[in-house]
């Protein structure tokens, strides 16, 4: 077995990462119940994971429980991300270059005027429809443009956004 923290880059959100808690009574449960890094930062369970590979898996205790967090979105991770917790000033306007203006989900360009980057997608997605009910699709292509003529000017978003969120 090994420890998560030796690994670089764990990829803790990939999908087919299997996680298994071991309770201190030697109850096993997989995949853990909610707020498990509340047990494991308790003492009251260990937290294990498979990663599985081609030709063989591998067993890892995930023992720093931060980075466990930090990639599953439990806790927000400024850099990781991105994104700062506050609420994002954002100028936005309809993509020049949409051509289903009935469809939908529309193409919005979008820049973020309080120095925030989109790094992360899903968290971005999130705090949008926290602070303005946007509905992001997080699996659609997503672009950015980096002004090459001003380095301090910053990059414009094209995100798919579902019209009827848009309000
Ligand atoms: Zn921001």
């Given amino acids: 077995m090994r420890l998560a923290s030796e690994s670089e880059n764990f990829p803790f959100e990939l999908a087919t990462v299997c996680y298994i808690e071991v309770g201190a009574d030697g109850g096993v449960t997989s995949p853990p119940e909610e707020h498990v890094q509340v ?18 898996s591998d067993l890892f205790l995930i023992d720093d429980i931060d980075e466990y967090e930090k990639a599953l979105g439990l806790q927000h991770d400024p850099v990781r991300t991105g994104l700062q917790e506050h609420k994002h000033q954002v ?19 979008a820049r973020l005027d309080c120095g925030c980057e989109v790094r992360d997608l899903k968290t971005f997605a999130r705090h949008m429809r926290d602070q303005r009910g946007w509905d992001i699709a997080t699996t659609a292509a997503w672009e950015t443009s980096s002004p090459t003529s001003d380095a301090h000017a910053r990059p ?12």
């Fill in 156 to 167: 414009t978003y094209t995100f798919r956004i579902r019209r009827r969120s848009l309000a």
């Fill in 39 to 56: 047990r494991v930062r308790r003492g009251e369970s260990r937290l294990y994971a498979v990663w599985p590979g081609h030709y063989r």
């Fill in 91 to 109: 100028r936005w306007s309809i993509s020049p270059c949409e051509d289903r203006p009935t469809g939908a989900y529309v193409s919005v360009e």
